[in-house]
C-alpha cells in the first residue's frame, strides 16, 4: 500500500511536470509563428494571434486611429487635422514582429522561464506610428496664410506726388516648424488627442532697407524726366511725359532665392504708347522714277527707296536705357512697305531709246500756231508707264483763253468758221492731235481712240491723221509695252514735232493705204507681223483756206469710199525701226464711229 502511495505521489508531479512540459512545447515550440501568450499592443490583445491575423488586427487599429480628427490650435484659432492629410501610417508588420520575439530570446531556459511567467506577467507594447513631413509642411503653409496671416513684408517702392518713396521691411510670424512637427506627430500617436498649440517663431525679412533704397533710386531715375525719341530728317518727336513714365513704373518682390525687389517700366503700357503714335513717323517708300533730259535726249532713273515703320517691339528697351542715360535716343525702325516700283525694276525696263518721231508742218505766224504751240509745251515731258492710258485732252484739259489759247478757224456744223464762237478759242490743234497721233501710230503703241476729220486737209496724212475737240473728240493710247513712255515735243514757227521714247519691245510699224483705208503693219522681231486697218470717208474736197481742223461728227466705213476728190498720195516716212525686245501683238478692231453731237473745240 505504502508503494502504491509513494508511487502515486511521484507520479502526479510528473504528470504535471510533463503536462506543463507539452503545454510549453505545444505553444512555443511547434507554434513560433504564433504571438505569445499574455502580450498586448497599445491594448490591443494578440496574444496566441497568426502572424496574419496579428497584422490584421493592427491594420484594424491603425485604420481607427487615421479615422480620428485631431484637434490643433494655431495662432488662438481651433483648427481639426485629418490624420490623413499628414501622412500617418503604421508598419503593422513591424509591430507583430516585435510582438513575436517577446519572452523568446533563443535559449529553452530563458524561453521557457519567459513562457511560465508569461501566465503572471502581462506584456505591453507600443505601435510607433509615421507622418510625412512633405504633407504636413503643406497643412502648414495653409495654416500660415489663412490663420497667421503674417508674414515678413519685404517692402515695396511707392509713388507719392509723382516721385517714387520707400515703405520698408518689417518681420512677421509663422508656425514654428521643428516644434509643430514633433507637436502633431505626437497628437497623431494616440487617440488621446486634445488640442495642442502650435508655437509661433519671428519671420524675419529677406530684404534690407538698403535694397528698398536703391529701387527708389531706379524708380525715380525711370520716371525723374520725359524720355524723347528722335528721328534723322524729321522734326517730329516721340515723347513719353513723366506722367506717362509714372503710370507705366512696376515694382514686385521677386522670389528667388533670395527674393529680389524688380523695379521696370510696364512693356504693355509703352506698347501700347508707342503704337498710339507710330503712324506719324512712318516713311513711305519711294517709286523709281524716270527724268528726260531734252538736251541730250537720255533718260535716267532716280533709284527707288524703301519705306521705314517704328519699330514698336523694341520700343520699350530704348525709353528704359534711354531714361537711365540721357533722356533721348533713336527711334527703332525696321522695314516698312517696299515700293512698287525698284530701281532693278526700273532698269530691267530698259534700254530707252528714241521709238517714234512724227513732224506735220504749218505756215507761220498764224493765231492757230499759238494754240499748237502751246498744246504742245503742255504735253510735254508727259510719262505714260506700262499698262497706262494717256489722253490729250486729261492732260491738257480744256483750251481757254485764260490758258492762254486764242481764236482760230474751226469746222462748225461742217463749215469752216471764223471766229466768233466759243469753239474756235484753240482753234488749229488737231495738226498736234495728228502729229501725236501718228507718233503713237509709228510707236507701234495700242490705238484706244482717235477720229479723223471730216474734211480732208492736204497738209495731214490721208485718213492717218485725228482731229481734236473738248470734251470729244480725244486722241487716246495706252502704253502696252513694259517700258514707260517719254512724249517730248518741239515746234519751230513752221512745224510741231512729236517724238516717243522709250522700249517697244522691238516693233516696228508702217503704213500701207488702198484708198480710205489706212492699214498698219507690225513687225516683231521674231518676223511675226500683224496687221491693224482704218477706212474713212471725208466729206467733201479740202477747202480753200487751209486753217481749220474738225470737229463735226462723221460715219465711218470700212469697204466703200464716198469721197469725190481722189487722195493724194500719202508721202510720209515711217520712223527708223527699233530692235529691242517686242511685247506681245497689239490686235485691237479700231473704235466704231462717233454719231454723238458736234464737239465743242477743234484743232
Not at 510625412?132 to 500660415?144: P, S
Not at 517692402?155 to 507637436?183: K, N, Q, T
Not at 523694341?314 to 533721348?328: F, H, I, M, N, Y
Amino acid at each position: 500500500m505504502r508503494r502504491i502511495l509513494i508511487s502515486i505521489a511521484i507520479a502526479i508531479p510528473l504528470v504535471i511536470v510533463l503536462a506543463i512540459g507539452g503545454l510549453f512545447v505545444y505553444e512555443e515550440v511547434m507554434h513560433p509563428d504564433r504571438v505569445g501568450r499574455n502580450v498586448t499592443a497599445e491594448g490591443v490583445d494578440l496574444s496566441g494571434l497568426s502572424t496574419a491575423d496579428a497584422v490584421a488586427k493592427v491594420a484594424a487599429y491603425e485604420v481607427r486611429l487615421v479615422a480620428a480628427p485631431a484637434p490643433f490650435i494655431v495662432d488662438g484659432e481651433d483648427v481639426v487635422l485629418d490624420p490623413a492629410s499628414a501622412g500617418l501610417s503604421i508598419d503593422e508588420e513591424a509591430v507583430v514582429e516585435d510582438a513575436l520575439s517577446q519572452r523568446r530570446e533563443g535559449g529553452f531556459w530563458s524561453d521557457l522561464g519567459g513562457w511560465i511567467q508569461s501566465w503572471q506577467t502581462p506584456i505591453s507594447i507600443p505601435i510607433p506610428t509615421s507622418v510625412d513631413e512633405e504633407m504636413i509642411e503643406a497643412v502648414l503653409v495653409d495654416w500660415d496664410r489663412s490663420l497667421v496671416d503674417h508674414p515678413a513684408y519685404e517692402g515695396a517702392v511707392l509713388i507719392e506726388s509723382g516721385a517714387a518713396v520707400p515703405e520698408y521691411p518689417r518681420p512677421g510670424a509663422l508656425i514654428d516648424r521643428p516644434s509643430a512637427f514633433a507637436v502633431i506627430a505626437r497628437s497623431l500617436a494616440t487617440f488621446d488627442r486634445l488640442p495642442a498649440a502650435l508655437p509661433l517663431t519671428d519671420l524675419s525679412p529677406t530684404l534690407t532697407n538698403d535694397d528698398i533704397d536703391e529701387a527708389v533710386a531706379l524708380a525715380n531715375a525711370y520716371i525723374g524726366n520725359p524720355v524723347t525719341l528722335w528721328l534723322e530728317g524729321m522734326d517730329e518727336r516721340m515723347t513719353f511725359t513723366t506722367a506717362e513714365l509714372t503710370s507705366a513704373l512696376h515694382s514686385e518682390i521677386v522670389v528667388h532665392s533670395p527674393p529680389e525687389i524688380v523695379v521696370e517700366l510696364d512693356e504693355e503700357m509703352l506698347l501700347d504708347l508707342a503704337r498710339a503714335d507710330a503712324d506719324r513717323f512712318e516713311i513711305l517708300p519711294v517709286d523709281a522714277s524716270f527724268e528726260f533730259d531734252k538736251d541730250t535726249q537720255q533718260i535716267t532713273i532716280n533709284e527707288s527707296k524703301p519705306g521705314w515703320a517704328v519699330d514698336v517691339d523694341a520700343v520699350p528697351a530704348v525709353v528704359e536705357k534711354a531714361a537711365l542715360e540721357t533722356g533721348a535716343a533713336r527711334l527703332p525702325m525696321k522695314p516698312g512697305q517696299q515700293p512698287e516700283l525698284t530701281t532693278e525694276m526700273a532698269e530691267a525696263m530698259g534700254p530707252f531709246d528714241e521709238v517714234s518721231t512724227f513732224t506735220t508742218y504749218h505756215p507761220c505766224c498764224q493765231s492757230r500756231v499759238t494754240n499748237i504751240q502751246l498744246l504742245a509745251d503742255t504735253i510735254d515731258g508727259s510719262i505714260v508707264m506700262p499698262g497706262e492710258t494717256f489722253s490729250i485732252n486729261d492732260t491738257a484739259g480744256q483750251r481757254t483763253t485764260a490758258k492762254g489759247y486764242v481764236r482760230a478757224g474751226a469746222i462748225i456744223n461742217g463749215e469752216v468758221q471764223c471766229c466768233d464762237s466759243p469753239i474756235n478759242v484753240g482753234g488749229g490743234t488737231s495738226q498736234f492731235a495728228t502729229t501725236f497721233y501718228n507718233a503713237v501710230f509709228f510707236g507701234c503703241y495700242e490705238d484706244v481712240e482717235h477720229k479723223p476729220h471730216s474734211l480732208y486737209f492736204s497738209r495731214y496724212p490721208y485718213v492717218r491723221e485725228a482731229t481734236l475737240g473738248f470734251p470729244w473728240p480725244d486722241v487716246k493710247f495706252r502704253n502696252d509695252s513694259a517700258a514707260p513712255v517719254f512724249i517730248d515735243t518741239s515746234h519751230t514757227g513752221g512745224s510741231i514735232t512729236v517724238t516717243f521714247y522709250g522700249n517697244n519691245g522691238g516693233r516696228t510699224c508702217t503704213a500701207e493705204r488702198s484708198g480710205d483705208t489706212v492699214t498698219r503693219v507690225m513687225t516683231y522681231p521674231d518676223g511675226s507681223v500683224t496687221t491693224q486697218s482704218w477706212t474713212w470717208h471725208y466729206k467733201k474736197p479740202e477747202p480753200k483756206d487751209p486753217t481749220t481742223t474738225t470737229t463735226t461728227a462723221a460715219t465711218t466705213t470700212t469697204t466703200q469710199a464716198t469721197t469725190t476728190v481722189p487722195p493724194p498720195p500719202d508721202t510720209t516716212v515711217p520712223p527708223p525701226p527699233d530692235t529691242t525686245v517686242p511685247p506681245p501683238p497689239d490686235t485691237t478692231v479700231p473704235p466704231p464711229p462717233d454719231t454723238t453731237v458736234p464737239p465743242t473745240t477743234v484743232p
